[in-house]
């Protein structure tokens, strides 16, 4: 028999690569622009043509490239900016994968002129299907210019999925307003089909605004400081008065990059309760400085997505800095009688040493019930929520106190206590007998013949992602129904989708009462989620859904049950009972796959005594 693998060309490769960086005319300003600000422009001009279907220039004053490295740029994984591993935990540059000019390149008609300040002529290379069509000296002023023109011209479906030009245009600035807002002292400006969009000059980031937003934003901003260990806020926060119906302006960037968050979306609006009228959106454009070290942004290849070390105490920070601002400029109520009472502590964070938020874990309560009350002792926090939701767990953020593990560990579940049908098992603690959790992250146990280090999460992802799955295609979940029903607003777009995915959300618990242009009722929910959280994972579901690559998922189900277990998993972070760790290790070996997280990530780690035994040698 001959051989049947072989190694695809490098041209296929870098084409199926375009698929994850570049999707729409959008993807490929936002990569040149970022391309731009990393080589140090001051100057950036960008040039559009139908909305970049045929196309896209962006011209930057920054420090230029050799002659090697403008024909190197265009080889995946080239780049200048990482050299090894570790330096993707302390990044300053906005790339570093090296597959945008690749991929790009893939794709498109692309001309590169580019200059260095010493050398005397600047390199013009033309490249198509990855292949260097012509490379020569030419003149030209110091910096890049990178034209990509007709945009998947070999990718006919590719092209045949874009939008109107309308739309896409509506995407270019969308990307072009992120980039601007983030660097207001860099100038800017956009044209598109021969008339100016945008011409921003250097500025402070309230200028910046105004010269995007318009003269009347200025009176609507109010400023957010905030300067703490974890995290540094700066930035500002529309007046509640002018809060949109329509989620419109809404911006955080962290470390100068924009990133799309619920959970830190949900703890702004969280800071406006009471303050906005029915169900109007506040607009923001916050800035939040972290340790490069304390954030992940290779989880998602348009890096928008971003994983924080310690959520739980960005969005309590996040949350009061703004309280304090909107009270400061007077924007609060003065006399408020139902005032949450989070308010009332003195304000002192800037004084004090801030110390993550621990989420305390009360050992009579036994998440795996399925009544609503958790026993003897129940906090009243939890009383909000369904008690047999393993997000009571991570909602805990107001929880005061923490128990030293070590009492935490001698609690012995009977048995009988435990209906642990969350995962439709019993809760026997047979796997490996004992379990202890390590950095709030890891759960450990035994083998037989050595040890097991299993990733919280991911296990946790792993176990909701195949309920949910099953769910869907199989039986149908058990709803919750709400008291109350919810009422969540959401954009044309939005509930564009949202009506595709509605019969599948149904199988999965979700009871939809009414479906409106605007926004959805809902009158019951899925067994494991509580009512706050809904919101949350709906909208971070209809972004996955919307950030989907066509044909790159499995299908619409599966980014469904993705989107879901991600949000509803319990996180790294949160304490886990002795009980807790011992389901999620039960449940984890009754999968049909526990060794990869649906996004095909190391679930555990073993570590047997043979191994053991030689590092001791
Ligand atoms: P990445 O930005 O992840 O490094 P890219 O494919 O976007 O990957 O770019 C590859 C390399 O090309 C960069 O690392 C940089 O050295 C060089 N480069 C790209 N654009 C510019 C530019 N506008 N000015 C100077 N150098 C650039
Ligand atoms: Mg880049």
């Known amino acids: 028999m001959t051989d049947v693998i072989h190694l695809l060309p490098d041209h296929v490769a870098n084409q199926i690569a375009a698929g994850e960086v570049v999707q729409r005319p959008a993807s490929v300003i936002k990569e040149l622009l970022e391309n731009a600000i990393d080589a140090g422009g001051t100057n950036i001009k960008i040039l559009v043509k139908e909305a970049g279907k ?28 990482i050299n090894s591993a570790e330096d993707l935990f302390s990044l300053k540059t906005k790339g570093f994968r090296g597959e945008a000019l690749a991929s790009i390149a893939a794709i498109a008609h692309v001309e590169l002129k580019s200059r260095r300040q010493d050398d005397e002529v600047g390199t013009c290379i033309k490249i198509e299907s990855s292949e260097v069509t012509s490379q020569e000296a030419c003149v030209t002023p110091v910096g890049t210019t990178i034209c990509v023109k007709n945009l998947f011209y070999n990718i006919p479906a590719r092209r045949n999925f874009l939008k109107s030009d309308t739309v896409e245009l509506r995407h270019v600035i969308d990307e072009f307003q992120r980039v601007a807002l983030a660097h207001p002292a860099i100038q800017f400006s956009l044209f598109h089909n021969g008339s100016e969009l945008f011409q921003l000059p250097e500025a402070n980031y309230r200028q910046r605004i105004v010269n995007i937003f318009g003269g009347k934003t200025n009176e609507k901003l109010v400023p957010v400081e905030e300067d703490t260990a974890i995290v540094k806020i700066h930035g500002f926060v529309g ?27 949900h703890a702004v609006t969280a800071a406006f309760e009471g303050l906005l009228k029915d169900k109007a959106y506040p607009s923001y454009f916050l800035f939040l400085d972290v340790d490069p070290k304390s954030i992940d942004i290779n989880i998602h290849p348009t890096k928008t997505e971003i994983k924080f070390d310690d959520e ?32 009332d502590t003195p304000y002192d964070f800037s004084q004090k040493e801030i110390t993550p938020p621990k989420v305390e874990v009360d050992p009579n309560f036994n998440p795996f019930k399925t009544e609503r009350s958790g026993g003897g002792y129940t906090p009243n926090y939890r009383t ?17 106190g923490t128990e030293s593990f070590s009492t935490r560990t001698q609690v012995e579940f009977e048995s009988d206590q435990v209906t642990g049908n969350l ?25 037989k013949s050595g040890i097991l280090v299993i990733d919280q999460q991911r296990a946790h992802t792993r176990i909701l992602y195949e309920e949910l799955l099953k769910n869907i295609t199989v039986t149908s979940a058990v709803s919750q129904q709400l008291l109350f029903p919810l009422t969540i607003q959401f954009s044309t777009n939005e ?64 980014t469904l049950a993705k989107s879901l277990s991600r949000g509803m998993a319990v996180k790294s972070g949160t304490a886990l009972n002795i009980a807790e760790q011992q389901n999620i290790v039960n449940s984890l070996f009754a999968c049909k796959e526990s060794s990869l997280s649906p996004f095909n990530k190391p679930v555990f780690i073993t570590l047997t005594v043979d191994e053991l035994d030689k590092k001791f040698m």
Request: contains cysteine.
């Open 54 to 81: 045929t196309l896209i220039q962006v011209t930057d004053n920054g420090k230029g490239m050799s002659v090697t490295d403008a024909r190197l740029c265009f080889e995946r994984h080239a780049t200048s900016k």
């Open 312 to 343: 739980h105490a960005l969005y309590t920070i996040l949350r009061s800095s703004i309280k304090h601002s909107l009270g400061q400029f007077n924007v609060a109520p003065v006399l408020d009688f139902d005032r949450d009472s989070s308010l």
């Open 239 to 265: 007046k509640p008065e002018f809060a949109k119906k329509g989620r419109g302006e809404q911006f955080f960037f962290v470390n100068d990059r924009f990133i799309k968050s619920p959970y830190l979306n």
């Open 495 to 558: 509930m564009e989708l949202l009506k595709e995915i509605k019969d599948s959300l149904e199988q999965t618990g979700f009871i939809f009462s009414e479906v409106k242009k605007d926004g959805v009722e809902i009158s019951g929910i899925p067994t494991l989620i509580s009512e706050s959280e809904v919101e949350i994972l709906l909208e971070q579901l209809l972004l996955d859904l919307e950030n989907e690559v066509p044909g790159a998922a499995f299908s619409q189900v599966d």
């Open 384 to 400: 909000e929520k369904s008690a047999g939701s393993w997000q009571s767990l991570y909602n805990g953020l107001r929880s005061e």
């Open 423 to 447: 995962f439709g098992l019993k809760d026997e603690g047979e796997a490996g007998g004992t379990t202890f959790q390590l950095n709030k992250k890891y759960i450990v146990t035994t083998l």
